[in-house]
């Protein structure tokens, strides 16, 4: 009897392991069918980037091969201006060198 029981459990389990392969095998076929019409149907461009999007950088690129051409020449900005970045380079420089004291870092948040 209890063989009986464990042959006919053992070609239960066997034929729901069939129906989840075949199952599995109809999903995965559906998918690569979608994805192909999806890759038949848009262009690479479409797939990054939307159509707004790019009318956006085409107007970006117009503008910055354009302006150039068109507006006079700017004279140089002053020097001390020109210290401005040279400055916060060096500060970062700095900061990146210096070193912590960890112990009184945490101690301050206790």
């Known amino acids: ?18 129906n989840q392969a075949r199952q599995s095998t109809r999903r995965d076929h559906a998918t690569i069918n979608r994805k192909e019409q999806n890759l038949k149907n848009a262009s690479p461009a479409s797939s990054y ?8 950088l085409a107007c970006v690129a117009v503008t910055l091969l354009v302006l150039p051409l068109v507006l006079p020449p700017l004279p140089p900005p ?33």
Not at 1 to 18: D, K, N, P, W, Y
């Open 1 to 18: 009897m209890i063989g009986r029981v464990s042959v006919a459990l053992m070609a239960m389990e066997t034929q729901f392991v069939e």
């Open 49 to 56: 980037f939307s159509t707004q999007a790019f009318l956006v």
């Open 78 to 110: 002053p020097a001390m201006l020109l210290l401005v970045p040279v400055c916060m380079l060096a500060l970062l420089v700095v900061l990146a060198f210096m070193p912590s004291d960890v112990r009184s870092m945490a101690s301050s948040y206790l």
